[in-house]
């Protein structure tokens, strides 16, 4: 997916990312990546929930990929915390 129509919150300029760093995701309902991001820390576990939680998602449907991109690397993060910590509880008990 091209990323080439995507929008700073500030400028609107057409850059990947700007100095600020929000980049407008969803454009159909102006939902940058902080506001993705948040929903995702709140729970939302799906393209789905995203969509309820903050409509982005729901309209062309351009965004999907980046929502799905960012719900991704929400889980790998989530299961690199439970390795780390299972990896530090091991350590800690002498075993493993
Ligand atoms: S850009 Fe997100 S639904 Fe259209």
Known sequence: ??????????C?????KCAV???????CFGVNEREIERVVRDGADS???????CDAGTGC???????SKTLIEAE???ASS????????????GVG
Request: aromatic share 6%; net charge negative; with cysteine.
């Open 1 to 10: 997916m091209s990323t080439a129509h995507w929008r700073c919150c500030e």
């Open 12 to 16: 609107v300029a057409t850059f990947d």
């Open 21 to 27: 760093g929000l980049m407008v995701v969803c454009l």
């Open 47 to 53: 393209l789905d929930a995203i969509g309820l939680m």
């Open 61 to 67: 449907g351009c965004c999907r990929a980046m929502l």
């Open 76 to 78: 790998n993060k989530s």
């Open 82 to 93: 439970d390795t780390d910590w299972a990896v530090g509880a091991s350590a800690a008990l």
